[in-house]
């Protein structure tokens, strides 16, 4: 038998990080469950809290009756073992925490329900130790989540009176002072039968249940190493025990209904959890035909058409939206008979810059998973009178007279509203980019530069090159940081693209990289643009760009916004209303990852659906590159389309709820729906649905490699992680042959 | 019919601000509810409350004030209502819908003890009245009843939770919440005067409850998470100012505190998803806080006495607050004497044009010093609270400070026990009748 320490510690480790609001990107919440089947992960959530990875019957049902999966692809079994689930003849059964129990008795029909209590509470005490770091994490890391809030609990003399309990505060003044003392009470006494599954699943159920603090906590907590998450689900047991020990002490036959459904929980849960696996059997089938039915749509030409010598290059990111920038921006090119070649790439253009903002904190441009190795000094923008003005309304001792004498100023900006921001970083000449505590020197630029030229797959230059990275011009949203750039870390993607554009014109870095064998022509020009993806406008970087290139990207903004729903004027304006909650779609509806030839889609495709990197298999004998695509864009890619993907399928626990009711936790730490609760992970019910009908279909990854089966076999072994998504099947891989044809992987 | 409706006094401020506010937040909710399928629904109820809102301000009727009262109350309760499937609104809903009975309890006494001492309906002309008339019990119990009535209606404490709870509602509701409605307490004040600026006892009370609610729910503010919440607490501390001027009889200031306040705290609430970061106070010598601000009061309260000839307790205090907040805040001498010096000046000189504020004597000179006194307590344990968090003393009360001083528990379990919430079974009820 194993610890319970063990198995908490374990269930603790498996919380996916979730980045604070200025940071905030996209994260797949599985992603440190890669490691187990994704069928038996959904068995464990929808058992452990209700929490759903799948989409309903109903909608499968619905989903064929619309004709949106392929009827060839649904067999007879398929049908029959979906109609008892369409009947509702299978109820499907779901762990209950002590503190759901109890409030299912009758006793507290007139009383606060506990577990809206506990997690109101503990949600407040996180928050707490979050906002002042002063004044309750004393010792850095080291601080004990735990016994700060045992610390506020116990000082609390409102509790006992709100749960209508009088023991509580006794109890509380017994409960064990450490985390380890707590596991082992728990261990005796109640939990002292339960089997090594049954401890696991009720550890999962615990932290389920504060979901968007563990993430939170978990992002701390891989930065300094601290074991916050791990001291946050002893939080939620302690009040378990709470609950217990208080309903042993006042109701008998209360205690003994306790005691008994716990009792029979603990015995069946992994039974039940292997029958929800069956059932969800045909689900998965389902699910699996209806994004078979909508990847037949994506059609593949056999040969790369033949491309001309480039007039003008232009690098993307890898985004859905600058998909479709590319695809008018390569017919407009066409049309106007000027050879337009664009690449699709990473959005950070393979620069690991920070930045330092305003109030002296390093932000990251580059995605999750890397850390920066470059920091840019710049000068401070903003203007002393305006924080000053913040300063003297938030501060209570000065609010009265300050709102009193200077409350009017708000005026213009009441009428106005709030005009969208977008950040277009600053002229680079004026930086210096440090790496570590000096300033970087030549080689290590030009070592960034040879990196980022080789990841794109330079092998001529033309004499425009532009690097276009994408931001979303809107305002008055707490999670602004997703629809701009995820590989930049939630910023734009002005300052990468600027800052690359910088190091290539330099004739210096030129000169070093040509003795790396890089010999980029002396009249190529770099530039650096910024899509803006809210009006598809294009915002340009540099000024000495020609006049018949903006003319051709303007052409193309024009384009884009002919065929969109909505006319430019309505789009400008959504980019201005301080009160547009759906400014943009961002990356709703994504499925398709491809590395190889762009030109290789066909024109009539669904636009906005693909992340396209470009990607050349006769330049990499090794699959050294594609190893590296699979492992930083394959990820990044896979952590936007399962946080659409469980923002669906589960949006009350995966996603942030209602942007209606967005509450920022202070610091920006995440937010709150309402009042309180837990914090909120995942997108919000606006970004996924128009109110009539999902934007986003949910739809696993499915990835696309250009290259031979040989070759793929090589970079997936090599690139673990992106491996176990795929074997685990949180993400699938096919190979796009020859012909056109896209062919399932054979050994796998 | 014309006889209805009046445009006196502070009305035609109250009402432009109102309809400027209809107008921004209507505008907002627009399109905030863009393809939201129950975006006419909450139109509708907005623009109802709106409108019961502008009846109450612009009607001299005593029932039809009373009706726009409760209108007011009954469709802010749909609005409040808007996800009946969230427990915390719907628990938070429930309270104010109590105490808002009361409020009109109190209220409704109110009128009908006007009525019966004054014999006429209308509003202009008891108030003219009374005013020439002596005062009996009928009007010392109408003034209470007042002042009880405003009390509820601005969240004071200890009846202030559901202002807190209900940012569980879509935001335009809380802008127009804080920024509007809430305000009405102060407007019934102030259209009312004749009638309890005279009593002591109802003086007294407004101000002493006003003041030290006004200072706590401050206290409680910096100690809170999240910010919309920080913005609610805020308003209570904002509206107990504002009573304390109106019972003090600086009125005009108190109407310039209400607009101000109100397109401020609109404001707020509208851009509250904008990302920005709260700068946390840093540690500090108590005493060093402690000498700047006795310096500047000493400093405001010397100005005032050479200008007025009276020393200005409260609006010295409030001064002297704020100066050495901003003198704390900033790092440069030459920008602190600069900012302190033009801060005097232009205070005085606003003053000096607002005669009636600065040239009236207060009626109750005790009551002023003992609202000041309130203010000194409130800035020195903020400052020992903030700039001291490494004292037991400094943490102790940061606790208890968070919890909100344990008031709101005891109303929120009479509430579930007075009206069980079954939020989900509701909703379920209420999807029924929709397919139906």
Same mark, same amino acid.
């Given at each position: ?28 919440? !599985?992603? %440190? ?82 577990? /809206? ?52 505060? %006794?109890? !509380? ?5 450490? +985390? ?28 389920? /249940?504060?979901?968007?603090?563990? #993430? #939170? ?82 059609? !593949? ?62 932000? +990251?441009?580059? +995605? ?100 276009? *990275? ?61 899509? %803006? ?157 128009? *109110? ?57 | ?48 409350? @709106? ?372 939020? @989900? ?12």
């Amino acid at each position: 038998m194993i610890e319970l320490a063990k198995v908490a510690q374990n269930v603790a480790s498996e919380v996916a990080p979730q980045w604070p609001l200025p940071q905030w990107v996209a994260v797949n919440p !599985f992603w %440190e469950q890669r490691q187990q089947p994704l069928a038996q992960v959904a068995a464990d959530w929808q058992y452990n809290s209700g929490t759903s990875l799948l989409m309903s019957a109903e909608f499968y049902q619905q989903q064929r009756q619309q004709g949106n999966i392929d009827p060839a692809l649904v067999t007879t079994a398929m049908d029959e073992h979906l109609q008892p689930l369409l009947a509702g003849k299978k109820m499907s059964p779901r762990w209950e925490n002590l503190t759901r129990l109890v409030d299912k008795y009758q006793q507290r029909r007139r009383k606060m329900r506990w577990h /809206d209590e506990v997690v109101f509470q503990i949600s407040q005490s996180c928050g707490l130790f979050m906002q002042f770091p002063q004044r309750f994490q004393r010792h850095g890391k080291d601080t004990s989540l735990y016994q700060h809030w045992l610390t506020i609990s116990r000082a609390d003399r409102g509790i006992e009176t709100l749960m209508d309990e009088s023991d509580l505060n %006794e109890l !509380f003044a017994e409960l064990p002072d450490t +985390p380890e003392a707590l596991l082992e009470a728990c261990r005796s006494s109640y939990l002292s039968s339960a089997s090594d599954p049954a401890l696991r699943f009720y550890c999962q159920a615990l932290i389920a /249940d504060l979901l968007g603090w563990a #993430s #939170s906590l978990s992002y701390q907590d891989r930065r300094q190493g601290s074991r916050w998450v791990f001291e946050l689900l002893c939080i939620r047991l302690a009040w378990e025990y709470l609950v217990w020990q208080l309903a042993d002490k006042t109701n008998r036959s209360v205690f003994a209904k306790l005691q008994n459904d716990f009792a029979t929980q603990l015995e069946c849960c992994q039974q039940r959890v292997d029958e929800l696996k069956q059932q969800q059997q045909v689900l998965w089938q389902w699910q699996t035909a209806y994004e078979q039915s909508q990847l037949a749509v994506m059609r !593949f030409a056999a040969q790369p058409a033949p491309a001309n010598k480039p007039e003008i290059q232009a690098v993307f990111c890898i985004d859905v939206r600058s998909e479709r920038f590319r695809r008018a921006l390569e017919n407009v090119g066409e049309s106007h008979g000027s050879a337009v070649q664009t690449k699709g790439f990473a959005g950070f253009f393979g620069v690991p810059v920070a930045q330092q903002d305003k109030d002296g904190n390093q932000v +990251p441009h580059v +995605p999750g998973l890397l850390q920066p190795g470059f920091h840019i000094n710049s000068k401070k923008t903003d203007s002393p009178g305006k924080s000053l003005l913040s300063q003297l309304f938030n501060s209570p001792t000065s609010m009265f007279s300050g709102i009193e004498a200077l409350g009017l100023v708000k005026l213009k900006a009441l009428l106005t509203g709030a005009d969208g921001a977008l950040d277009k970083a600053f002229d680079p000449s004026t930086m210096t980019i440090q790496c570590g505590q000096q300033q970087a020197n030549l080689q290590q630029l030009a070592d960034v530069c040879q990196q980022a030229l080789a990841g794109m797959q330079f092998t001529d230059f033309a004499e425009q090159v532009v690097l276009v *990275g994408h931001g979303a011009k809107h305002t008055n949203n707490a999670q602004r940081a997703g629809l701009n750039c995820g590989a930049c870390g939630g910023q734009t993607g002005a300052l990468s693209a600027r800052v690359l554009c910088h190091l290539l014109n330099s004739s210096e870095i030129r000169t070093e990289l040509s003795k790396r064998d890089i010999d980029i022509p002396a009249q190529t020009r770099f530039f650096a643009a910024l899509h %803006e993806t809210v009006t598809d406008d294009i915002v340009w970087l540099s000024d000495d760009i020609s006049d018949s290139t903006k003319v051709l990207f303007s052409r193309a903004s024009q384009q884009l916004t002919e065929t969109s729903q909505e006319s430019a004027t309505e789009r400008k304006r959504r980019s201005s209303n301080w009160a547009e909650l759906r400014p943009e779609w961002g990356l709703a509806d994504n499925s398709l990852l491809f590395f190889g030839n762009a030109r290789r889609l066909a024109s009539d495709n669904p636009v906005g659906r693909s992340f396209l990197h470009d990607y050349d298999a006769s330049n990499d004998d090794d699959a050294s590159l594609l190893t590296q695509l699979l492992s930083a864009p394959g990820l990044v890619a896979n952590w936007i389309n399962w946080q659409y993907y469980s923002s669906v399928t589960a949006p009350q626990r995966l996603g942030s709820g209602n942007k209606l009711l967005h509450n920022r936790v202070c610091n920006d730490i995440g937010v709150f729906e309402g009042n309180g609760g837990d914090l909120q992970i995942g997108l919000a019910w606006q970004s996924v649905h128009n *109110g009539e009908q999902l934007m986003h279909r949910p739809v696993r990854l499915q990835v696309v490699i250009e290259a031979s089966e040989d070759a793929i076999n090589k970079a997936l072994n090599q690139a673990e992680d992106f491996n176990q998504l795929y074997k685990n099947r949180w993400i699938n891989v096919l190979r796009l042959d020859e012909r056109g044809e896209l062919c399932p992987l054979n050994n796998h | 019919m014309a006889d209805w409706f009046l445009l006196s006094g502070v009305r035609p401020v109250v009402l432009l601000l109102v309809l400027m506010l209809a107008f921004v937040v209507l505008r907002y909710s627009w399109s905030n509810f863009r393809l939201d399928p129950r975006r006419g629904q909450f139109m509708t109820y907005l623009s109802l409350c @709106i409108t019961a809102v502008v009846v109450l301000i612009v009607t001299n009727h005593i029932l039809l004030f009373l009706a726009a009262w409760i209108a007011i109350s009954l469709l802010l309760h749909q609005l409040l209502m808007f996800y009946p499937q969230r427990p915390r609104a719907v628990l938070a809903a429930h309270k104010k819908f109590i105490l808002a009975r009361f409020s009109e309890l109190f209220l409704a006494t109110a009128l009908v003890l006007i009525y019966l001492q004054t014999e006429t309906l209308f509003i202009d002309q008891s108030m003219a009245i009374i005013s020439q008339q002596e005062r009996g019990w009928y009007l010392e119990f109408a003034a209470l009843s007042l002042v009880m009535a405003a009390l509820i209606k601005c969240a004071q404490l200890p009846l202030h939770g559901w202002l807190i709870q209900v940012v569980e509602a879509p935001t335009p509701v809380s802008a127009l919440l804080h920024a509007g409605i809430i305000n009405l307490g102060g407007f019934l004040l102030l259209v009312t005067t004749p009638v309890w600026s005279d009593s002591q006892l109802a003086v007294w009370w407004l101000c002493l409850v006003a003041a030290i609610s006004s200072c706590v729910a401050a206290l409680i503010m910096t100690t809170r998470i999240s910010i919309k919440v920080r913005l609610a607490w805020s308003t209570s501390a904002q509206m107990g100012l504002m009573l304390v001027e109106i019972g003090l009889g600086y009125y005009e200031l108190a109407l310039l505190h209400l607009v101000a306040h109100s397109i401020y705290k609109a404001h707020a609430f509208l851009s509250v998803s904008e990302v920005a970061y709260i700068k946390q106070p840093q540690a500090r010598s108590i005493f060093r806080v402690a000498l700047v601000f006795i310096g500047f009061q000493a400093m405001t309260i010397a100005l005032a006495l050479l200008v007025s000839g009276q020393p200005k307790w409260v609006p010295s205090a409030l001064l002297a607050m704020a100066l050495a907040s901003l003198w704390l805040n900033l790092s440069h001498w030459r920008v602190r004497l600069w900012m302190s010096g033009v801060l005097l000046v232009a205070y005085f000189a606003l003053s000096l044009t607002v005669k009636s504020f600065f040239l009236v004597a207060p009626q109750i000179a005790a009551l002023e010093l003992v609202v000041a006194a309130i203010l000194n307590i409130f800035a020195v344990s903020y400052w020992i609270i903030h700039h001291t968090p490494q004292y037991r003393l400094s943490q102790r009360w940061f606790i208890s400070l968070n919890a909100g001083l344990y008031l709101d528990e005891w109303l929120t379990r009479l509430v579930l026990w007075l009206w069980p919430s079954h939020p @989900i079974r509701y909703y379920q009820k209420r999807n029924k009748q929709v397919t139906a």
